[in-house]
């Protein structure tokens, strides 16, 4: 059973930083793709930024040069690094992963982290 497990959220003055961990366990084979998105209150669930096994990122325009998408392969981890955060940022933050496990391959997600931006 594959299951990712995210952490870091809270609340945080508009300015500040977060950084968002999601780790993924079981017996997985191998995790293409790795990304985080968000869901705001009467909103539709967006991508925030992605990253590929190679390490190819890519980011919703709203972030671009203020949160920063990494992963640790060895850990079958994934980091979004959120600075210069704004009331606008407020949302529930997804992680997913594309997981190659018990011979299929198929998007698992995390369980969501509040993250809090006040003005």
């Known amino acids: 059973q594959v299951q990712l497990v995210e952490s870091g959220g809270g609340l945080v003055q508009s300015g500040g930083s977060l950084r968002l961990s999601c780790a993924a366990s079981?017996?997985?084979?191998?995790?293409?793709?790795m990304g985080w998105y968000r869901q705001a209150p009467g909103k539709q669930r967006e991508l925030v930024a992605s990253?590929?096994?190679?390490?190819?990122?890519n980011y919703v325009d709203s972030v671009k040069g203020r949160f920063t998408i990494s992963r640790d392969n060895a850990q079958n981890t994934v980091y979004l690094q959120m600075n210069s955060l704004k009331p606008e940022d407020t949302a529930v933050y997804y992680c997913?992963?594309?997981?190659?496990?018990?011979?299929?391959?198929?998007?698992?997600w995390g369980q969501g982290t509040q993250v809090t931006v006040s003005s």
């Open positions: 997913a992963a594309e997981i190659y496990y018990s011979g299929s391959l198929r998007v698992y």
């Open positions: 079981g017996s997985i084979f191998s995790i293409n793709a």
């Open positions: 990253i590929t096994s190679g390490g190819g990122t």
